[in-house]
């Protein structure tokens, strides 16, 4: 049982914070066409902006990465 929730535990971890990074990047990706459709200078600023909601994936893996450790033969 307490292997099935650990995994259950890694599996919501990269799955929530993917869902959450994928919300987050459709509302800044449309925001930051439409500033740049108005000023193209703004190109750098909004690949910033995209590429930052992509640190929550990466700590999802990492606290994904930790849990599966706790797995006994892990």
Do not use: D, H, N, W
């Not at 914070?17 to 449309?30: D, K, V």
């Not at 925001?31 to 929550?56: D, F, S």
Request: hydrophobic share 70%; net charge negative.
């Amino acid at each position: 049982m307490e292997i099935g929730l650990i995994a259950l535990a890694a599996g919501l971890a990269i799955g929530l914070s993917a869902l959450a990074t994928a919300l987050a990047q459709a509302r800044i990706g449309a925001a930051a066409m439409g500033a740049m459709a108005e000023k193209p200078e703004l190109a750098g600023r909004a690949i910033l902006l995209v590429a930052i909601p992509e640190t929550l994936v990466i700590l999802g893996f990492a606290v994904a990465a930790m849990l599966i450790l706790l797995l006994p033969g892990g």
